[in-house]
């Protein structure tokens, strides 16, 4: 990006203004870096960061978060989720995706591996039957 043909070119702990980087270039490395973590990146993140080193290290706590910071992240989200209802709720189409979207993510979340299945509608003489046989009465 800055002409450098290798990374062992670059001393982690030079800011990047000194190696070079101008805005348009700041902007370049922020979009390539979003698009393969795969997640927005501030828009002024080489300058809050402004060497390769402090850059890594915030990268590590977004790119791969602990399971708090993944946890709260989620409740931000939520958060905005909340903060757009009336926009949403006045759009009949994204209503609907929304709220199909969240009964997916709810039966996504209400599925536990280590909980029994659900019985409704099994005939009570099947789970007497089941029952039996698993206890061998």
Do not use: C, W
């Not at 670059?10 to 795969?38: H, I, K, Q, W, Y």
């Not at 903060?83 to 599925?111: C, H, M, N, T, W």
Request: proline content about 5%.
């Amino acid at each position: 990006m800055l002409g450098h043909r290798t990374v062992a070119e670059v001393e982690p702990t030079v800011s990047f203004a000194e190696l070079g980087m101008d805005s348009l270039a700041a902007v370049r490395l922020r979009n390539v870096l979003a698009r393969r973590a795969g997640t927005e990146l501030p828009t002024a993140i080489t300058f809050d960061h402004p060497s390769a080193a402090a850059l890594a290290e915030y990268l590590d706590t977004v790119v791969l978060p602990d399971d708090r910071q993944r946890i709260d992240a989620v409740f931000r989200g939520l958060d905005d989720v909340e903060s757009a209802l009336p926009a949403v709720r006045a759009d009949r189409a994204a209503r609907s995706r929304l709220a199909a979207r969240l009964r997916s993510l709810s039966s996504r979340l209400d599925d536990d591996p280590g909980e029994l299945d659900e019985v409704d509608g099994v005939p009570d003489e099947e789970l007497f039957r089941l029952i039996d046989e698993e206890f061998e009465l």
